[in-house]
């Protein structure tokens, strides 16, 4: 079964949510989010300061603290991530894994020396992709810069700077709803010799189970279907058994 990841974008003390990063909305708290998130049984929780590549540093700060009390489960900090003490910081603080994107492009050492401290299993790649004409495109400073650079290029960058997990999230299907995009998460999963992780486009519990035929996909980021209570943890992780229960019956006959 693949991981189940809560996303929570934060904005000073605010847990947020936009569509395709633009137009964010004050929506609640992220420590009472991500203790209702860890009490339904989530996997994983990704804890992202969107604003921190404006100001040139994080600012999770005591928020990913208070998260480290009350949820015993891999925390992934991302945002504003530009040296290898920012990277400490957040882990004496209590995240297990960084994620980084803006700040390794400046300084595409920044990943390998993360991993060489921390280990490749601590360092996320994370890739913001926009959909283009032939490909898609890598962006930064949380979908404000175009790089240039393709994702699939990327992919092979990152994993050859060290990075032991890579962070897909699709800007165009960010926040929107409609399902993810299948095609980038087939590329990418085919692409990449690390665990990949999609973010962007969850709206139903179906979005969920459209993913699960992709073999190398290994984790899914969900942020407005969770915030919004569409759906819970405990109803998505009941979705994906019952699927792998009728999965088993089929096979079986």
């Known amino acids: 079964m ?7 974008d934060i904005k000073s003390e605010f847990l947020i949510k936009g569509i395709r990063f633009e137009g964010l909305k004050k929506i609640g708290d992220p420590v009472e989010a991500a203790s209702q998130y860890y009490d339904d049984g989530v996997d994983e929780l990704l804890l992202v ?9 994080n600012h999770l700060g005591s928020i990913l603290e208070n998260v480290a009390k009350r949820a015993f489960v891999p925390l992934t900090a ?35 020396e993360i991993a060489n401290k921390f280990g490749a299993q601590a360092v996320v790649g994370s890739v913001h992709a926009k959909r283009g004409l032939d490909d898609w495109e890598c962006l930064t400073e949380q979908g404000r810069e175009r790089t240039g650079i393709t994702v699939k290029n990327r992919i092979h960058h990152l994993i050859d700077m060290g990075a032991g997990e ?5 800007v165009d299907n960010d926040g929107v709803q409609g399902g993810f995009d299948i095609p980038l998460t087939e590329m990418a999963s085919e692409t990449s010799t ?22 190398k996909l290994s984790g899914v980021a969900i942020g ?3 915030h919004f ?10 979705i994906l058994q019952n699927d792998e229960h009728d999965q088993g019956a089929h096979s079986a006959n």
């Open 2 to 8: 693949k991981r189940l990841i809560a996303r929570l």
């Open 49 to 57: 300061d969107t604003v921190a590549s404006l100001f040139g540093r």
């Open 78 to 112: 991302a945002g504003g991530i530009r040296s290898l003490r920012d990277a400490e910081e957040l882990f004496g603080l209590g995240a297990d894994k960084v994620a980084v994107n803006t700040a390794s492009f400046a300084n595409p050492k920044l990943i390998s």
């Open 166 to 170: 890579i962070l897909i999230t699709s």
């Open 194 to 215: 690390v665990p990949i992780t999609i973010g962007g486009g969850a709206g139903v519990g179906q979005d969920i189970l459209d993913l699960m035929g992709i073999d």
């Open 224 to 226: 407005s279907l969770l």
């Open 229 to 238: 209570h569409t759906l819970s943890v405990r109803d998505l992780k009941a």
